[in-house]
């Protein structure tokens, strides 16, 4: 991260506790401007738990939320949220599922999300008869028409096949390299982390184990080494073989 950038999010000794039981501990985290932050780790681990702080849908046992220079107190008004099931509601089109919330007046909004998410001749349909990709094509459209300055992505892929995945993946990266939002994403999948983010950051007993930098130009390219060599280094990590790892995979800046 370098110097001097603006800072759209920072947590300084944030925890979290679910009753007796502490779920995030001392978590220090900057975020810049039109960063594209993953975070990974084990089940259970506080994932999605940091992910709802941020979005003001929890509130911090201790510490502070600070976005774009100011506390999060209740709900975020900048930041979106996408989730895993999409969330869509089933009584209304798809265009009007994107329209929710927004202004009269808008409407060339909506027609531009669903062209660039590619459902615009699916417009007047019910979400029931779209497959499970073009459902999160929906969400995805629905939470961008508002123009977020942040997005918070929670596993919102996570039920969807391999290939519709990664052709998901790179949708969201040809959206955020268009618009320049701030992106975090939770996800237990290394291969998605590496594929958008700009940094990883791993999860390990409600702290911050790790903080990877993944130098890679966008858009990435799956079949660069360094792309591979970085997956080996976040799951090494994540699994806690370090030593049984050679000398190959021990690299220090990917
Ligand atoms: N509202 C809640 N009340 C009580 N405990 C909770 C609540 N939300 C989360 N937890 C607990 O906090 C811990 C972390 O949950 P969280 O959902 O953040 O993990 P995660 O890393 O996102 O997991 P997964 O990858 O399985 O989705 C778990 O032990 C969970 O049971």
Redesign the pocket.
Known sequence: MSKGKRAKLELSNVQKS??Q?E?LKNIELKVNKGDFIAIV????????????LIAGL?QPSGGDIVIDGKPLNEKSSTAKMMFQDGRLLPWKTVQQNVGLGLKKGNEEKITTLLEQVGLLGRAKEWPNVLSGGQRQRVALARALVHEPELLLL??PLGALDALTRIEMQQLIQDLWMEKQFTAIL?T?DVEEAIALANRVIV?EAGEISMEQVINLPYPRQRDHPVFHKAVTKILTHILGKEKNVSEDFKISNV
């Open positions: 679910f009753g039981q779920v780790g084990k089940s259970g681990c506080g994932k999605s738990t940091l992910l709802r929890e929670d596993e939770v237990h999860i």
